[in-house]
Antibody
Framework: EVHLVESGGGLVQPGGSLRLSCAAS????????MSWVRQAPGKGLEWVSI???????FYADSVKGRFTISRDNSKNTLYLQMNSLRAEDTAVYYC???????????WGQGTLVTVSS | QSVLTQPPSVSGAPGQRVTISCTGS?????????IHWYQQLPGTAPKLLIY???NRPSGVPDRFSGSKSGTSASLAITGLQAEDEADYYC???????????FGGGTKLTV
């Protein structure tokens, strides 16, 4: 059975950094497309980043240059390194497995990131 | 402003049929990229409802169906039930952005 469990969220000051983790089970992260999606309080879903099985990475313009998606094959875990955090980055961050059609077929429960002084 | 446009809200009585529209452009839906739909119940993670325009994952009732034409797509829900009350999102891929795009979401009230 497929499971995704995010961790690493919390309260951070503007300009600070945080690394989110997404531990996967039931499938191999490196063989799949994986993505991060966020949802600000009371708002809709916003795509953040994707890493393809071949290793290519892409980012939303809102986080480009500040966030980095990566994976650790030995730990079967996806990461999101977030630097230069801003108040507008406050959101629940979800990791998801992405199909070749670019549908998000499995989601984690999410982890809350709050950027505030 | 979302790349994919959805109505903010729709409503219907139990047993009725409702549709939720999703309008895109020539760089996403119109370019032939598939549309996918998600249901998000309050306080929970989104759940894949329709993939590849009109396919249901295992366990999704056949009351839910999707369609796509030109630069638009629609989600139809028949035989509305109270448990269908949720937020619904469409999603696709955009070639000009080289990334995934979501609609702004539609709140369904039953």
């Amino acid at each position: 059975e497929v499971h995704l469990v995010e961790s690493g969220g919390g309260l951070v000051q503007p300009g600070g950094s945080l690394r989110l983790s997404c531990a996967a089970s039931g499938f191999t992260v490196s063989s799949n497309y994986m993505s991060w999606v966020r949802q600000a309080p009371g708002k809709g879903l916003e795509w953040v980043s994707i890493i393809y099985s071949g290793g290519s990475t892409f980012y939303a313009d809102s986080v480009k240059g500040r966030f980095t998606i990566s994976r650790d094959n030995s730990k079967n875990t996806l990461y999101l390194q977030m630097n230069s955090l801003r108040a507008e980055d406050t959101a629940v961050y979800y990791c998801a497995r992405v199909s070749e059609l670019h549908s998000f077929d499995y989601w984690g429960q999410g982890t809350l990131v709050t950027v505030s002084s | 402003q979302s790349v994919l446009t959805q109505p903010p809200s729709v409503s219907g009585a139990p047993g009725q049929r409702v549709t939720i529209s999703c309008t895109g452009s020539s760089s996403n839906i119109g370019a032939g990229y598939d549309i996918h739909w998600y249901q998000q119940l309050p306080g929970t993670a989104p759940k894949l409802l329709i993939y590849g325009n009109n396919n249901r994952p295992s366990g999704v009732p056949d009351r839910f169906s999707g369609s796509k034409s030109g630069t638009s797509a629609s989600l139809a829900i028949t035989g509305l039930q109270a448990e269908d009350e949720a937020d619904y999102y469409c999603q696709s891929y955009d070639s000009s952005l080289s990334g995934v795009v979501f609609g702004g979401g539609t709140k369904l009230t039953v």
